[in-house]
């Protein structure tokens, strides 16, 4: 009978403190919710070799093709390995909400006795019944938590996406600007060898051969810090996107790379900014959590532990004996205090971290408005005014040198300053479109 009603009040403890909670894709279905509306779409959490398998079909599908920047970005959201780590996040949060809601487990204990004949077997169970009251408070500390690594975790992946763009970006550049001057290497290889000629006919002295020579020698050492540079910007953009081996064989897209006024205006992008930003939220969460933890500590101060206990004992000869108890913890020495007080400094602590945030984030879009503008400027003024100029330039000079106005050497390296104001223009072109993902980001949105 005391069988039967042990396992009887046991069972029914386990049913009260096992009620249902959210799942690990629930939670990590809500991330993507969370980064899809700011860009970062289609998240793929690789748990078994066959995700990782269809994860490496779909990487090599999209790099079958020349790289655009839109599926660099797709490839990092599901191949970068930092990311996958950062996912784990939710795993880990999701099995303390779990743990959160369950009960300590009960303590059975035996034992036996033997003297003159007389056999003594008693059977105890001591349960923490008291643990079942903090049960809902401890599971909403647990979705508190669950849902700040949600954030944190959606604000690193639109990090991470915004990185990926940057990268894109500079890979893009580091190309094309060694391809502009392989152009001019090969005006000064041509201004060079001319120079060569006419200085073994006698037609140029040593002197202005020299000079010759040594712009030459500069330029080619300029192209052998663009290829090293090129190979870095390269082998960055690769390990963001989590390439390796054959994978980093593809091409980039050709696509020229667009200069468009951005349609925004400063007012109201701080407010959008704390609204939107996942950081932002995350730290809010962190605020709540540290409140409510602070209730919870104030409130089991003096009482955390209460344990029954019911223990049956039978002796040979003699009907079964059972006692019920109950252990109570006594606060003599420690009344709580220190849990108390760190866990108020904890939310202080989260209070001014989440003022900071704001101040941090406002900030930043200040500075990133500005330097949006500044570099769309600039970006405009090489485009518009120095390459055109620098194109009129060389125009008028190859006129003057059909006309035998102007010699050869004028006319190279007029072709050379073309040359090299497009590669500028490249720079403050990449300069605009960083900004531009730097501010997408710092906004929590498109522009």
Not at 43 to 48: D, E, N, S, V, Y
Not at 231 to 253: D, M, W
Not at 359 to 386: K, M
Request: hydrophobic fraction near 40%; aromatic fraction near 6%.
């Amino acid at each position: 009978m005391v069988g039967k009603t042990l396992t009887a009040s046991i069972a029914a403890l386990v049913i009260i403190s096992g009620c249902s909670t959210i799942s690990q894709k629930e939670a990590f279905e809500s991330v993507n919710q969370l980064t899809s509306e700011q860009g970062g779409k289609n998240l793929q959490w690789i748990k078994t070799p066959q995700e990782a398998a269809s994860v490496d079909e779909s990487v090599k599908a999209l790099l079958s093709k020349p790289l655009t920047q839109e599926n660099a970005v797709r490839i990092m959201l599901i191949n970068n390995r930092a990311l996958q780590q950062t996912y784990e996040n939710i795993g880990i949060a999701q099995s303390e909400l779990v743990e959160a809601g369950l009960m300590r487990n009960p303590l059975l204990g035996y034992s036996i006795g033997r003297s003159n004949g007389v056999t003594t077997s008693t059977l105890s169970v001591e349960v923490a019944f008291l643990d079942l009251l903090w049960i809902p408070l401890r599971r909403e500390l647990g979705h508190l938590a669950l849902e700040e690594t949600t954030l944190s975790v959606g604000d690193t992946v639109l990090r991470s996406a915004r990185d990926a763009k940057k990268s894109y970006i500079d890979a893009r550049l580091a190309e094309e600007k060694g391809a502009l001057n392989r152009s001019i290497l090969k005006s000064h290889e041509a201004s060079l060898q001319l120079a060569v000629r006419q200085y073994t006919a006698g037609n140029l002295s040593k002197r202005d051969m020299l000079k010759v020579q040594e712009s030459y020698e500069r330029e080619r050492i300029e192209s052998i810090k663009l290829a090293r540079d090129n190979a870095a910007a390269r082998e960055a953009l690769n390990k963001i996107l989590g390439l390796y081996g054959s994978q980093t064989h593809y091409t980039l897209s050709t696509e020229p790379l667009t200069r468009m006024e951005p349609a925004v205006s400063e007012s109201g992008l701080e407010k959008c900014a704390i609204v939107n930003r996942l950081d932002m939220r995350s730290a809010i969460k962190s605020v709540d959590y540290a409140a409510l933890q602070a209730g919870y500590s104030e409130n089991t101060r003096l009482l955390d532990e209460l344990e029954l206990s019911v223990e049956s004992e039978k002796t040979t000869g003699e009907k079964r004996f059972n006692t019920f108890g109950i252990k109570l913890p006594i606060p003599l020495f420690d009344f709580g205090q220190a849990r108390v007080s760190k866990t108020q400094a904890v939310y202080n602590q989260n209070v001014h971290r989440l003022y900071e945030t704001a101040v941090n984030i406002r900030s930043e879009v200040r500075e990133g408005y500005a330097h949006l503008r500044y570099t769309f400027d600039i970006a405009r003024s090489y485009d518009e005014v120095v390459v055109k100029n620098n194109q009129q330039i060389l125009e008028e000079t190859q006129l003057f040198y059909n006309g035998m106005l102007d010699g050869i050497y004028e006319l190279l390296e007029d072709q050379r300053r073309l040359g090299e104001a497009k590669m500028e223009a490249l720079d403050a072109l990449g300069d605009y479109q960083k900004a531009q993902a730097d501010l997408e980001y710092t906004i929590g949105g498109k522009l």
